[in-house]
């Protein structure tokens, strides 16, 4: 009798299991059918669309910082634009896990959407902007792809650990570890007052040091080693609110 209690509470346990997987059980269906050009599409949740948002905003800042590069060093107008670019990507990246509980749809291809669109918008596109503002030395160059790698090994490490680290009794991981890469918004900001300041190309914070030299870089491009560092720490564990 306590066999076929168990094999009951077991086949009302597999019958929930399978009720909460049937979403990403769909879409991988979805994403593995080949009868259609657009099939892909049908297998995005909305939560997922909300991602592709932040992106987007992403992708425009790296190609509002370009435009700056192309056009004369005096005209702010585009790099203003790259900088505000990342605060709404910031806001989008809030608000698709907001979307994703709302409809109560998650999925592993939303994972990934997301980390790759947070290097996007907050490793990708923070570098490119220091480069347009001045940044444009070799070893600057080497330096900010450092950062930027730090960034892509964060979200790697996120993805792979994100299931065995803590939790709270909502399901939530109780703490990053690491600085989250969308904190690099705090460099963006700080590069935002340099240009209000008019700090850019020759003007950059603390000049540039060994110049002349195959060597020479500005310092300044330390505040993004450095903040690479944090993200990549292991032994940094940060609340989560």
């Not at 980390?115 to 503002?133: E, H, K, Q």
């Not at 700080?190 to 195959?214: F, I, R």
């Amino acid at each position: 009798m306590s066999r076929r209690t168990n094999a009951a509470n077991g086949g009302d346990k597999e019958t929930t299991d399978s009720a909460k997987e049937a979403p990403q059980q769909k879409q991988a269906r979805l994403l593995a059918e080949d009868n259609g050009h657009f099939s892909m599409i049908r297998a995005l949740h909305l939560a997922d669309l909300v991602t592709e948002l932040n992106g987007f905003c992403g992708v425009m800042s790296v190609f509002s910082a370009m435009r700056y590069c192309l056009g004369s060093p005096n005209e702010y107008q585009n790099l203003w634009a790259a900088l505000a670019f990342m605060p709404f990507g910031l806001f989008f990246d809030f608000m698709d896990g907001r979307v994703a509980r709302w409809r109560k749809k998650s999925s592993l291809m939303g994972q990934e959407l997301d980390s790759l669109a947070d290097l996007v918008s907050f490793g990708i596109s923070p570098a490119a902007t220091a480069f347009a503002i001045g940044l444009r030395t070799p070893v600057d160059h080497l330096l900010l792809t450092f950062f930027v790698l730090c960034g892509l090994t964060r979200l790697a490490r996120f993805n792979v650990t994100v299931s065995t680290l803590p939790k709270d009794a909502s399901g939530k991981s109780k703490f990053f570890e690491g600085t989250p890469i969308p904190t690099s918004l705090s460099i963006a900001a700080l590069m935002a007052y340099w240009v209000s300041q008019g700090w850019v190309q020759e003007n950059v914070p603390l000049g540039m040091v060994l110049q002349g030299t195959p060597l020479e870089f500005h310092p300044i491009v330390f505040l993004f080693v450095g903040h690479g560092c944090l993200m990549v720490s292991k032994t940094l564990h940060i609340p989560k609110p």
